[in-house]
């Protein structure tokens, strides 16, 4: 009589045998820390995130000598679908700033922009909390693909993202998004489809500092920071049961292998910056942080006529918590404040995210069910 099959061996068997798959099976295993992947297991649910899936890639690129872009995770997240994209039986979708994270649903579309890393794969627990029929874009930064150079400003960049936009749904009314940076780059590309003469139904900032007035820290200031994110980390953690537990500490490890990579990305792209040299993946992870970074500090907001939302931590760092840091004094029409029951630096991780992706869904809801934005959803749905 044959022996049972465990899980455990049934993943094992379930890697394929071809070889493509099984030197992709060990690229992931090295860098999720698992021991056995099976074929058709999700990325995510593997516990992959944004900023795990840089190094994935760039050990892809060295490996297989194939280029993809992040966003190819959102296409193919399993091995079996990764290996048919590298071995050149499907094609990826090619690098665009537009990145169709979940582009199924009736709903009027939302559009969230990138935070400072550049990419937009931190959006996805926040896209499967609001729902299969929810179409969902991020847009990335430019520059991520290693080839293009970041761009410089903020108003740059909303110039691009609207176009890139405008792709999908040409006319408004528009949902617009952001997390960190991406909620100040969502700002502005409101600021500019209102002087195309288009409506934004709905604009969210997800965690977002004003940083126009923002005076690089001291010593001691950037000291009392690292300690109360510390604890803040420490509050989140002890506010979840055993299983979240679990998952938050392999989490936050695997943050901090991807954040050494971004650390010394950073450094090397100050040594070298001039350089003509090769650039590692790492220097265009710091090239982009720092320029995003720049953007940030240099963008000057201009005031706003039209409603937008802020959704802010409980529990704010205490450098950002003066009124020169909040958007209250570029308000010019409805401005909305929504204080989640989370800590700063979790809004977007589970289970923290369902409660941010409950209240976005709350405020799509109320806004689709008025008189014009249902009127011009109606037309906008005829015209998909």
């Not at 493509?20 to 698992?34: D, E, Y």
């Not at 899936?53 to 399993?78: C, H, N, R, S, W």
């Amino acid at each position: 009589m044959a022996e049972p099959v465990t899980d455990t061996s049934r993943n094992q068997i379930a890697v394929l045998a071809d070889d493509t798959a099984a030197r992709l099976a060990h690229i992931w295993q090295k860098f999720l820390g698992v021991e056995s992947i099976g074929h058709d297991q999700n990325y995510f649910d593997l516990g992959g995130d944004s900023s795990l899936a840089v190094q994935m890639f760039a050990e892809i690129e060295k490996t297989f000598g194939v280029k993809l872009p992040l966003a190819t995770l959102y296409d193919a997240p399993t091995i079996e679908e990764l290996a048919h994209i590298v071995r050149g039986e499907a094609s990826a979708s090619g690098w665009s700033p537009l990145v169709a994270i979940q582009p199924m649903g009736a709903r009027p579309p939302i559009f969230c922009m990138h935070p400072h890393g550049g990419n937009v794969l931190v959006y996805r627990d926040l896209s499967r909390h609001l729902g299969p029929d929810q179409p969902f874009y991020g847009l990335q930064c430019q520059g991520l693909d290693g080839d293009l150079r970041p761009l410089k400003t903020i108003q740059a960049m909303a110039t691009l993202y609207v176009k890139e936009i405008q792709k999908v749904q040409p006319h408004g009314p528009y949902f617009l998004g952001g997390y960190c940076m991406g909620g100040t780059i969502a700002f502005e590309v409101a600021q500019q489809l209102h002087a195309k003469g288009e409506e934004t139904a709905l604009l969210t900032l997800f965690d977002t500092i004003e940083c126009s007035s923002f005076q690089l820290p001291s010593f001691w200031a950037q000291s009392y920071y690292n300690g109360q994110r510390l604890l803040f980390h420490v509050a989140n953690f002890l506010s979840l049961d055993s299983e979240g537990r679990n998952r938050f500490l392999r989490d936050k490890m695997r943050t901090l292998r991807s954040r050494a990579t971004v650390w010394g990305g950073t450094l090397l792209w100050r040594i070298r910056r001039n350089s003509s040299g090769d650039r590692s993946e790492s220097w265009v992870l710091g090239q982009i942080w720092q320029a995003n970074f720049q953007a940030c500090l240099d963008y000057v907001p201009q005031p706003y006529s039209g409603t937008f939302t802020e959704f802010r931590p409980a529990r704010q760092y205490r450098m950002f918590t003066g009124p020169d840091m909040k958007w209250d004094r570029f308000a010019r029409g409805k401005q909305e404040v929504v204080v989640l029951p989370v800590n700063a630096p979790a809004m977007l991780i589970e289970p923290f995210v369902k409660d941010l992706a409950i209240e976005v869904r709350r405020r799509m809801d109320t806004v689709m069910k008025t008189p014009a934005t249902s009127q011009s959803q109606e037309s906008l749905a005829k015209s998909l």
